[in-house]
């Protein structure tokens, strides 16, 4: 193929990157802001319930939510830390309205990313039932926080493709099923690896 017949195929994609810019690209770069700190926000909660040297003043919750409620916390705030990582990675890609494989995979990045937010609107609930009349401040702070973010990044995602605010969010667009989101992700993560070459794990 000559060189000016790989020119001509790289115009329309050329309109299209054009197309995007500057609109585009800035949303792009306020959700990649807004990802990091809530990944940055819940590993922080996650090493304050996890333990530290902070748990003493957990020790006035009760058993059942010391038992129980703060480890299934924990594992929710694992599950979104490694979404949030690869929605990072996904972002780069740009252009998520294209039918090419890097536009897909964002799709799918950014589907999983809505599923583990659902997830962690209840846990961030639950947690904030436990936390309620401890003396935890730091552990309140970063719940308030991730609450915060968690809202900025949900309300960025619901404006890309596939996300329907009138259909409850953890579905699949498509297929209308329920998403396996540690599945999905370790797809995800199989194919970003394989595209860059990585086995760097984003945990």
Do not use: H
């Not at 609930?125 to 973010?149: H, K, N, V, W």
Request: aromatic share 0%; net charge negative.
């Amino acid at each position: 193929m000559s060189d000016g017949e790989r020119g001509g195929d790289e115009g329309p994609r050329g309109d299209r990157r054009a197309e995007r810019e500057p609109a585009a690209r800035a949303g792009d770069d306020q959700l990649r802001e807004q990802v990091s700190e809530l990944a940055e926000t819940l590993t922080e909660l996650e090493t304050e319930l996890s333990g530290g040297s902070r748990r003493p003043q957990l020790r006035d919750l009760i058993r059942f939510t010391r038992e129980v409620t703060i480890p299934a916390v924990i594992l929710v705030l694992r599950t979104n830390i490694q979404a949030l990582k690869l929605l990072q990675r996904a972002l780069a890609f740009g252009d998520r309205g294209g039918d090419g494989r890097e536009s897909r995979l964002r799709r799918r990045a950014e589907e999983a990313g809505r599923s583990a937010l659902t997830e962690l609107d209840s846990a961030l609930e639950d947690l904030g039932d436990a936390l309620s009349g401890t003396q935890d401040s730091r552990a309140r702070d970063l719940l308030g926080q991730a609450q915060d973010l968690q809202t900025e990044v949900e309300t960025e995602l619901s404006r890309g493709p596939g996300a329907d605010p009138g259909r409850g969010r953890g579905v699949d667009d498509t297929e209308g099923v329920e998403i396996d989101v540690d599945a999905e992700l370790q797809s995800i993560k199989d194919e970003l690896d394989e595209g860059d070459g990585s086995e760097e794990d984003p945990e």
